[in-house]
C-alpha cells in the first residue's frame, strides 16, 4: 500500500522566514508526487507535479524538489497570503490515476 | 480558469436518507473522481470514472455508493441511507489526460 508522510504537522513563520516542508513516501512504482494547497472549507489547489528524482518546479515563492524516497516543498521568503495546509500525494502505476495524499503540513505565515 | 463546480456547498440530512451529489467537471476532461475528507482527516480516494465506467474504486466505495454521468456533463455521487460516519467535505474532480486534477470546492454533507 502506498504511504505518504508529511512532517511537519503545522510550521508558523514569520513572514520573510524561508522554510521547507517535507513529504517522505513509500510507493511500488511513482507515477507522478503532487502537491496541492488547501485553504479552509475548500478543495485542494494543483501546484506542482514531479515525475522524476532530480527533478524541480517553482512557482512565486515556492519550489518543489523529488528524491527517491522524499519531496520538499521550500516557501522562499513567505508572505501572509501563503498561508495554508500544502498536501503531498503519490500516484502510483499500477493504479488507475488515483491519489493518496498525506496529511497536510498546516502553514501560518505572520505579518 | 475552467472550474469544477459542486453542488450544494453544504447538505444535512437524516440518518438513512439518501442524498445525491453533484458535480459539473471540465468541459473536455476525461476521467472523474470522488474523494472525502473527514474533519482533521486526510484526503481519501472513493472512486474514478473514465469512458462511462468505473475503473477503480476504493474500500470505502461499497454497495452504499454509486457514481453515474447521467448527461454527458454532470457527475453525481449517490449515497443510499447515509450513515453519521458519512459526514465529510466530499470533493469532485476531473483531469484531461489522469494527472494534474482540479478539484471542486467540495461539498460539506453532515448527517444528523
Known amino acids: 500500500e502506498d504511504q505518504v508522510t508529511q512532517s511537519p504537522e503545522a510550521l508558523r513563520l514569520q513572514e520573510g522566514e524561508s522554510s521547507s516542508l517535507n513529504c517522505s513516501y513509500t510507493?511500488?512504482?511513482?507515477?507522478?508526487l503532487f502537491w496541492y494547497r488547501q485553504d479552509p472549507g475548500k478543495g485542494p489547489e494543483f501546484l506542482f507535479t514531479?515525475?522524476?528524482a532530480g527533478e524541480e518546479k517553482e512557482k512565486e515563492r515556492l519550489k518543489a524538489t523529488l528524491t527517491k524516497k522524499e519531496s520538499f516543498l521550500h516557501i522562499t521568503a513567505p508572505k501572509p497570503e501563503d498561508s495554508a495546509t500544502y498536501l503531498c500525494?503519490?500516484?502510483?502505476?499500477?493504479?488507475?490515476?488515483?491519489?493518496?495524499f498525506g496529511a497536510g503540513t498546516t502553514v501560518t505565515v505572520r505579518a | 480558469e475552467p472550474e469544477v463546480t459542486q453542488t450544494p456547498s453544504h447538505q444535512v440530512t437524516q440518518m438513512g436518507q439518501e442524498v445525491i451529489l453533484r458535480c459539473v467537471p471540465i468541459?473536455?476532461?476525461?476521467?472523474f473522481y470522488w474523494y472525502r475528507q473527514i474533519l482533521g482527516q486526510k484526503v481519501e480516494f472513493l472512486v474514478s470514472?473514465?469512458?462511462?465506467?468505473?475503473?477503480?474504486k476504493s474500500e470505502i466505495f461499497d454497495d452504499q455508493f454509486s457514481v453515474e454521468r447521467p448527461d454527458g456533463s454532470n457527475f453525481t455521487l449517490k449515497i443510499r441511507s447515509t450513515k453519521l460516519e458519512d459526514s465529510a467535505m466530499y470533493f469532485c474532480?476531473?483531469?484531461?489526460?489522469?494527472?494534474?486534477?482540479?478539484f471542486g470546492s467540495g461539498t460539506r454533507l453532515t448527517v444528523v
Open positions: 470514472f473514465y469512458n462511462n465506467e468505473i475503473s477503480e
Open positions: 474532480a476531473s483531469s484531461e489526460n489522469g494527472f494534474g486534477y482540479t
Open positions: 510507493v511500488s512504482g511513482l507515477r507522478g
Open positions: 514531479l515525475y522524476s
Open positions: 500525494a503519490v500516484s502510483n502505476r499500477a493504479n488507475d490515476y488515483k491519489l493518496s
Open positions: 468541459s473536455n476532461h476525461l476521467y
